[in-house]
Nanobody, 122 residues
């Protein structure tokens, strides 16, 4: 079953920006936490950013890999059922296929998109 659909990838010059989108029409953000992963050529898939609802402060809790802190921002729009990843000041090391992931809080359910390619050129 297709649960997640990524878009927004493409070719960008170093220092440029992109915004990735993950449409999740069948995912309840109250039951799943969302994340972006990437897989660079010849490397393992790695966690880039995650977001989940923090009910104690009525806001979202976000986490980022050290390599993207200050440059990437993960956010979500519950009304549009979409998760975003804003990528600023892109570097060559940011190249790869980016995957959207949804993981159920209290069950062994895990959904993946098919990925969107990000290429950074000089």
């Amino acid at each position: 079953q297709v649960q997640l659909v990524e878009s927004g990838g493409g070719l960008v010059q170093a220092g440029g920006s992109l915004r990735l989108s993950c449409a999740a029409p069948r995912i309840s953000f109250s039951l799943f936490f969302m994340a972006w992963y990437r897989q660079a050529p010849g490397k393992q898939r790695e966690l880039v950013a995650s977001i989940s609802e923090d009910r104690t402060i009525y806001d979202d809790s976000t986490n980022y890999a050290d390599s993207v802190k200050g440059r990437f921002t993960i956010s979500k729009d519950s009304a549009k059922k979409t998760v975003y990843q804003q990528k600023n000041n892109l570097k060559h090391e940011d190249m790869g296929v980016y995957y959207c992931n949804a993981k159920r809080h209290s069950a062994a359910l895990d959904f993946w998109g098919q990925g969107t390619q990000v290429t950074v050129s000089s």
